[in-house]
């Protein structure tokens, strides 16, 4: 998350310094932090084939909804964002890319959110929501890219047959 997207807003974008978004998401961070819920280990004992259903309805702890969705997520946005940036990924299969994990991303978000008070340590919670939020802002940063810097991202002078998309 935020390897190849966050130093193109840093040097192409130029909406805000490091220290700017550093502030901005320190303070989220503590809104989070004072708004995030009190624990209350709600939690039973579910096969695994009950597992979306019980994170969707928030009984599920918050490190088994956070931690593997986060890790496949990130390493699939890695994986497309490399291969896009190399040249072996063309504009609009990186466009698909994006467009198939924006619904679990939704459904991740709401897990997370209501699985929220299923654990002890509030900072804990803050942090699986900021992160969150993260990812959206990620999205939205590659969508500016998309639409904005598409010849800086992808090489466009590479690509031969998606070239179109590059304007």
Same mark, same amino acid.
């Given at each position: ?21 550093? !502030?901005?998401?320190? /303070?989220?961070?503590? %809104? ?21 259903? /019980? ?9 088994? %909804? ?17 291969? /896009? ?6 504009v609009s299969s990186w466009d698909d890319v994006h ?6 991303? %939704?459904?991740?978000?709401t897990a997370i959110w209501r699985c929220s008070a ?7 919670? /803050? ?17 500016? !890219?998309? !639409? ?20």
């Open positions: 998350m935020f390897i190849y997207s966050l130093p193109l807003f840093f040097a192409q974008i130029n909406l805000a310094s490091p220290l700017e978004l550093l !502030i901005i998401v320190m /303070a989220l961070g503590v %809104v989070l932090f004072i708004s995030s819920p009190t624990s209350g280990e709600n939690l039973h004992n579910l096969a695994l084939d009950n597992y979306l259903f /019980a994170a969707w309805c928030g009984r599920v702890s918050l490190k088994w %909804v956070f931690w593997p969705f986060f890790l496949i997520l990130n390493a699939g946005l890695y994986c497309a964002d490399t291969l /896009a940036k190399i040249g072996m990924l063309t467009l198939m994990l924006l619904l679990p991303i %939704v459904w991740w978000t299923n654990t002890s340590l509030r900072a804990g919670m /803050a942090c699986a929501r900021l992160l969150t939020l993260a990812v959206f802002f990620e999205y939205g940063l590659k969508l500016v !890219i998309r !639409i904005d810097y598409p010849r800086i991202f992808f090489g466009c002078e590479e690509l031969l047959l998606d070239y179109g998309s590059c304007f």
